[in-house]
């Protein structure tokens, strides 16, 4: 199984390139953001909750978040790979994960983190903004999340750096563009089978 993360700000184009990266290998897209926004839509009190910290730039605390995705990644647990977007967002969430992946014999391959300039994230997150329907790209929720990235998430740079499974990539390209280089990273890291393997869904 390959598993990565997708690490970077708000607008770096996390969800973008887990979709290209999924429907070209195969491996199922795990976005925290979207499995929190998932059970705000049901409507429940624990929905509800998470509301609070998502509308206010705010982490939402782990035993949420945890539960959440696990409850998720329960559902995926013969894919050929996982891509972690916006998970993990803090040291202890990278922990956790790492024993969580270690137990099951299945660690992690490779932490790509895109890399864009701020005025440019400010553009994306604005021009989504029209049509996302996400109650957080709004200005000022938009400027404290930028601040919970950098003072919480950005620290798990070093913690990947350290271990050597980070890898930068320029994010300020056309989609395709960066797509093609992230690529480079995960065939490099690909066993011969696995590469088949991920591609047309074949497995020993
Ligand atoms: P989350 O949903 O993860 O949001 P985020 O990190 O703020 O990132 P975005 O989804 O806004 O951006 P993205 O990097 O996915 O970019 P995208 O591809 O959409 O988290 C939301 C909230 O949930 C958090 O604030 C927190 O409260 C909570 N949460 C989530 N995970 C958590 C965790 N682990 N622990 C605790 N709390 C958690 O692209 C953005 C726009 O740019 C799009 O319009 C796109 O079309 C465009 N675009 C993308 N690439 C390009 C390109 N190359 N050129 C031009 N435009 C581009
Ligand atoms: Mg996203």
């Given at each position: ?5 997708l ?24 976005s925290t ?13 624990s929905g ?15 035993d ?12 995926h ?50 021009g ?47 989609k ?29």
């Open positions: 199984m390959f598993n990565m993360i690490f970077g700000p708000p607008g770096a184009g996390k969800g973008t390139q887990s979709r290209f990266i999924s429907a070209h290998y195969g491996y199922v897209h795990l953001g979207q499995v929190l926004r998932d059970t705000i839509a049901r409507d429940g009190a509800q909750l998470i509301k609070k910290f998502i509308d206010r730039g705010y982490l939402v605390p782990d949420i978040v945890l539960r959440e995705l696990l409850r998720e990644s329960l559902e647990a013969d894919a050929p790979g996982l891509i972690f977007d916006g998970f993990p967002r803090t040291v202890h969430q990278a922990e956790i994960l790492d024993e969580m992946l270690t137990r099951k014999g299945m660690p992690l391959k490779l932490v790509v983190s895109l890399e864009v300039e701020k005025d440019e994230l400010y553009r994306r997150i604005m989504r903004s029209v049509d996302s329907g996400r109650s957080d790209d709004r200005e000022e929720v938009i400027k404290q999340r930028f601040l919970t990235y950098e003072t919480e998430t950005l620290p798990l740079k070093s913690f990947y750096r350290q271990e050597g499974r980070l890898v930068e990539v320029s994010g300020m390209a056309p395709q563009v960066v797509f093609e280089r992230i690529r480079k990273h995960i065939d490099a890291r690909l066993e011969p089978m696995g590469r088949e393997s991920s591609s047309y869904g074949i497995r020993e």
